[in-house]
């Protein structure tokens, strides 16, 4: 089936640096979304994004969160400054429709903040 | 706020016999759909059953599932657990009436199948 694609599938950095995570959804998808799984813990949303915007976001999407996806390339999530809290595995996913339409995920990026 | 619960945190099955995962919901949502997505080692979430009809059974590689509102229930079946089904499993609720297609997820249960 389709795939979504992340990249890097782990990433290591220290606490106040900017990281930028990856994800190349389903090529004809419209809508995108960033889920957070901090260890031992379900997966909750952080964002969806459509046509160039945020849709809605969580409480979970703080301020020194942000995302994009410049000219249908990479949808991205940059944290900037990171925090040790931040340190997680974040999954994206793509869909084309909001409605019954199935989620598609990527395989996560394991996100640790030192 | 909305939630959904996955009761059994660990599960391990003999190959053959029937397995159950429970998934039990609570929402202020007026129109929903359920998801069971499963996770295998270093793989992607992937759906493996949905279902927005109440009392409906759905069905989908041997497993399946009916959404009950009046329980407030969406548990997973299946009759003859396979070695291959060992995997991550989560419930997962979604809002189709609103604009952010958020799906909140349970907390996930861990099947073992053991011959």
């Known amino acids: 089936g389709p795939k979504v694609l992340q990249i890097p599938s782990h990433q290591i950095i220290d606490m106040g640096q900017m990281v930028t995570l990856n994800c190349d959804p389903v090529s004809n998808h419209l809508y995108f979304y960033w889920y957070k799984q901090i260890l031992g813990q379900q997966m909750e949303f952080l964002v969806n994004f459509y046509n160039g915007k945020v849709m809605e976001k969580s409480k979970l999407f703080k301020d020194q969160f942000s995302v994009e996806r410049p000219d249908g390339s990479y949808f991205t999530l940059k944290i900037q400054p990171t925090a040790l809290e931040d340190s997680a595995v974040y999954f994206c996913a793509s869909s084309l429709k909001l409605d019954y339409a199935e989620q598609f995920f990527g395989p996560g990026t394991r996100l640790t903040v030192l | 706020g909305d939630s959904v619960t996955q009761t059994e945190g660990l599960v391990t099955v003999t190959e053959g016999l029937p397995v159950k995962l429970n998934c039990t919901y609570q929402?202020?949502?007026?129109?929903?759909?359920f998801f069971w997505y499963v996770q295998y080692l270093n793989e992607a979430p992937q759906v493996l059953l949905r279902s927005s009809t109440d009392n409906k059974r759905t069905e989908h590689q041997g497993f399946h599932a009916t959404l009950h509102k009046s329980s407030s229930s969406f548990h997973l079946q299946k009759s003859s657990a396979q070695l291959s089904d060992s995997a991550l499993y989560y419930c997962?609720?979604?809002?189709?009436?609103?604009?952010?297609?958020?799906?909140?997820f349970g907390e996930g249960t861990q099947v073992t199948v053991i011959s």
């Open positions: 997962a609720l979604k809002d189709t009436g609103g604009l952010s297609g958020k799906l909140t």
């Open positions: 929402t202020t949502y007026l129109t929903i759909a």
